[in-house]
Every structure is written in structure tokens, then in C-alpha cells.
């Protein structure tokens, strides 16, 4: 008898997407097989690959998968062959429609160190040796969608391009919240971050965490940080780093550090999260690199990202810890016995392809579930 079944839209998307998302059908198909899951598979177009079959990079049909699906899976969007497209076809686009129509507010990146790849980093090991931070982004405001925006003619001939930060107080409190709950499960810190400086969106930002804090999280340590302070903190000192909450831009930039500090942006996966309602919230799961379109189709690509994408969906969407751990501990053994994807290759260690990495991982989970 199967105890967790779930459905789930893959939208394998653009450049590497295709190949990570095919050794992830591998995991499915082990974990299926192997455990007390039972995953239920749609596949479909998005991006760049929608935009060439379609005229869209998300068609009507896809975001009403994307809706009754219990999560979203997606690869990656964007290449350079849609680097001239009109802005509105482009392939970010789709990303940013499933985003802004699912509600996903809640963007939740892990930087995580790997004890097997702690040289990996380009900082110094001991710096980053344990590091272990959660970057929470607002998925869905700020200046990403803030009106007014566009670019207009000036009545002496310059154009002006213009976007908008805007934050409401909602926005702001619900996203906060996420961030001292994630942190109530982890070591109680949190680092509010925006330009209270100097934007009066981050004074508003800091004024609502400060309040959300002090009525029902007092418990957590928070600082309020300048997100150029935080930017220079992390490189110099990351592991003062627990739970950082910030807006979108913000949240963007900040994200792609504490990844790259890993060493290991093909390892890192991420959640964005809806509200919970009648216990489901919408979702939306995707490994925190790009399209790579630079080693797209070379099966050169590290799959693990997705591969962590798909545990973290078992863990947050079907709260099935048990099978998401069984995951993430057969990722380690695989990586513990010297396997790597060319990204994260050291001197002797074994290379293996994409789909390699993936057929090992599968067969891991086999040889884990018989003790699990
Ligand atoms: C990300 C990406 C996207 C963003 C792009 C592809 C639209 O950089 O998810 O971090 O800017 O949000
Ligand atoms: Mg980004």
C-alpha cells in the first residue's frame, strides 16, 4: 500500500533542463518503485521550448496543469537563441507568469555546504567549511511587478525606463512570517535585509519586521542589515548567516552569492510556496542554476540540483520526510563514493555523465530503501 501519492507538472524547460530533468524521471521511477510513494507524472513545455512550438513561452493549458498539478517541477528557462525576442515572449516570462498566478511568495533558496565538496568553493575552506543558510526571497512584489513601469519618450527626445519598488504591508508580513517559522526549525536567526537607507520601501520593510518580531517572534535573534552590508558579509563571513529574509532584487542578487559560495550551484535546489490552504499550499520546486546553454545536450550537466528539487517537494508538498531524507542520503553516498559531474570534479575522483549520475542516484535509492 502506497502512503504518499502525489501529482506533479515537470516543465523541463531550456537549455541543460531537458537533460537534469531526464535523470530526475530516473529518481522518480526508483523512488516509486522502491518506496511507499506513488508520483504521478505530466510533462510539458515551457520557456524558450514553449515559445518554438507554441508562439508563448506558457501556454493557457499549461498554467491550468500548473494549478491542479500538486507542484510544479521546472528545469530551466532562457537561452541565447531568445535573447531578441520581444520582452513579453521571452522565456524568463513564463517563469514570472507561474509565479505571479500561483501566488509562489515564498521563494526559499538553500546554501548549503557539502562536506565532499568544501574545497569547491572560491573561498577559503575553513570560511565556508558548514555553512548552511536559507536566503527567503518575496517571489512576487517588489520591483520585479511594482507599477508604474515600461519605457517611455520624453518630450525632448531621450527615452526613460522605468520600475518600481513597492511593497504593501502584507506582502511584507507574510513573508516574514515564513521566514521566522523556517527559522524557529533552524538556529533561530534571522537577518532582515533592504535599503532602509535610503528607499522608503525598506524603511517600511524593517518597520513591519520589527513589529511582526516583537508581537510573536522574540524569540528569534533578528537584525536588520543593508543589503550592500549583506552582500560584503557574506563573502567575508557567512557562516554568521542563518535565515535571511529580503524582497525580490534584493533577494535575487543575495541568492546567487550564497550559491556560489557553495562551490556547488549544480547541487543547490529551491521551493516557492503559496499560502496553505486546506493543507496544500501551491508550489513550485527548481534547481537554483540556469539553462547553461553553454554545456546544454553535452550529458555534462549535474542533475542533483533537480534531483534535490524533487526531495525537497517530497518533504514540503507531501511531508514525507522519510522518502525526501532516502533521497538526499543516496545523493551523499553517491558523492561520498567519489562520483561528480564535471562542475564539481577534484583530482581522483570518478567523472561521470548527466544521465550516469542520475542511473547512479536511482540505484542508490534501491540499495538505501531495503535499510530505510
Ligand atoms: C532567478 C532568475 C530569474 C529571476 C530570471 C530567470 C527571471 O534569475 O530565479 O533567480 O530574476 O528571478
Ligand atoms: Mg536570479
Given at each position: 500500500m502506497k502512503n504518499s501519492e502525489g501529482k506533479i507538472l515537470l516543465l523541463p524547460g531550456d537549455g541543460i533542463g531537458p537533460e537534469v530533468n531526464k535523470a530526475l524521471k530516473d529518481v522518480i521511477n526508483s523512488a516509486d518503485a522502491n518506496t511507499a510513494i506513488n508520483i504521478e507524472v505530466e510533462e510539458d513545455l515551457v520557456g524558450g521550448a514553449s515559445y518554438d512550438k507554441n508562439n508563448t513561452p506558457l501556454t493557457d493549458d499549461v498554467l491550468k496543469k500548473a494549478v491542479s498539478a500538486d507542484a510544479v517541477i521546472l528545469g530551466s528557462v532562457g537561452g541565447y537563441q531568445y535573447d531578441n525576442l520581444p520582452f513579453e515572449v521571452k522565456p524568463e516570462r513564463a517563469l514570472l507568469k507561474l509565479r505571479k498566478e500561483l501566488d509562489l511568495y515564498a521563494n526559499i533558496r538553500p546554501a548549503k555546504v557539502f562536506d565532499a565538496l568544501k574545497d569547491a568553493s572560491s573561498l577559503k575552506s575553513d570560511i565556508v567549511e558548514g555553512m548552511d543558510i536559507i536566503v527567503l526571497r518575496e517571489l512576487t512584489g517588489g520591483i520585479y511587478f511594482g507599477e508604474p513601469r515600461g519605457i517611455r519618450k520624453l518630450p525632448d527626445g531621450q527615452r526613460e525606463g522605468i520600475n518600481t519598488e513597492v511593497y504593501t504591508t502584507n506582502e511584507i508580513v507574510r513573508l516574514g512570517k515564513v521566514g521566522f517559522e523556517i527559522a524557529e526549525q533552524r538556529k533561530k536567526i534571522v537577518h532582515s535585509v533592504e535599503k532602509a537607507n535610503v528607499m522608503e520601501s525598506g524603511i517600511l520593510w524593517r518597520e513591519e519586521i520589527m513589529k511582526l518580531h516583537n508581537e510573536k517572534y522574540k524569540h528569534i535573534d533578528l537584525s536588520n542589515m543593508y543589503a550592500d552590508n549583506c552582500a560584503m558579509q557574506l563573502v567575508k563571513?557567512?557562516?554568521?548567516?542563518?535565515v535571511i529574509i529580503t524582497g525580490n532584487l534584493f533577494g535575487d542578487i543575495l541568492s546567487d552569492i550564497s550559491a556560489e559560495l557553495t562551490g556547488s550551484l549544480g547541487m543547490l535546489p529551491s521551493a516557492s510556496l503559496g499560502d496553505e490552504v486546506n493543507g496544500k499550499r501551491k508550489a513550485l520546486y527548481e534547481p537554483?542554476?540556469?539553462?547553461?546553454?553553454?554545456?546544454?545536450?553535452?550529458?555534462?550537466?549535474?542533475p542533483i540540483a533537480m534531483i534535490l528539487s524533487f526531495a525537497m517537494f517530497l518533504k514540503l508538498s507531501l511531508k514525507n520526510n522519510k522518502v525526501s531524507e532516502l533521497i538526499e542520503s543516496s545523493v551523499e553516498n553517491v558523492l561520498g563514493k567519489g562520483y561528480r559531474t564535471k562542475d564539481i570534479m577534484q583530482s581522483g575522483k570518478n567523472l561521470v555523465t548527466t544521465s550516469d549520475m542520475g542511473s547512479l542516484i536511482s540505484k542508490e535509492i534501491k540499495n538505501l530503501s531495503r535499510s530505510f
Open positions: 563571513q557567512p557562516k554568521q548567516f542563518d537554483v542554476h540556469g539553462s547553461a546553454p553553454d554545456i546544454a545536450g553535452k550529458n555534462i550537466a549535474n
